[in-house]
């Protein structure tokens, strides 16, 4: 897409600093890190969050995102890695291209993903879960 800043990313004509590439990725580092090492997996084909991406991207993202995983564990000696993906404005997507953040983490590090954990009332799960069933 002519204004998406990832397309123009993985085209190169806005520079990145590149970890990996192959056909349908690229992988770079974040330039907002919320730690030393923070990447982002970008599909090259655009997509503008997980609702729209193409079943053939999806299976192979995690298998990107695995193989870095494990490349930033080796190299860091990191404790653990979050995985997210965010989807939306609500969940705090900023970029609306489909990206996956992956972030070493060490123990201690002060680093967080900002939420408050929520209780369901009694049958509450089972409704949700009933609904989201009811849409498969």
């Not at 490349?71 to 900023?94: F, H, V, Y």
């Amino acid at each position: 897409m002519d204004n998406c800043i990832f397309c123009k990313i993985i085209d190169g004509s806005i520079p990145s600093v590149k970890v990996y590439e192959d056909d349908d990725f690229k992988v770079i580092m974040d330039i907002a890190p919320a730690a030393k090492g923070h990447v982002l997996v970008l599909p090259k084909k655009h997509c503008a969050d997980l609702l729209t991406i193409d079943k053939d991207v999806a299976s192979k993202a995690l298998i990107v995102a695995s193989k870095i995983a494990n490349a930033q564990k080796k190299a860091l000696n990191c404790d653990g890695i979050n995985l997210l993906q965010n989807t939306g404005e609500a969940a705090w997507q900023s970029v609306f291209h489909l990206h996956i953040h992956l972030i070493p983490r060490f123990k201690d590090d002060g680093v967080c993903v900002p939420w408050e954990h929520v209780q369901y009332a009694e049958g509450e799960a089972e409704e949700y879960a009933a609904k989201i069933r009811a849409c498969l």
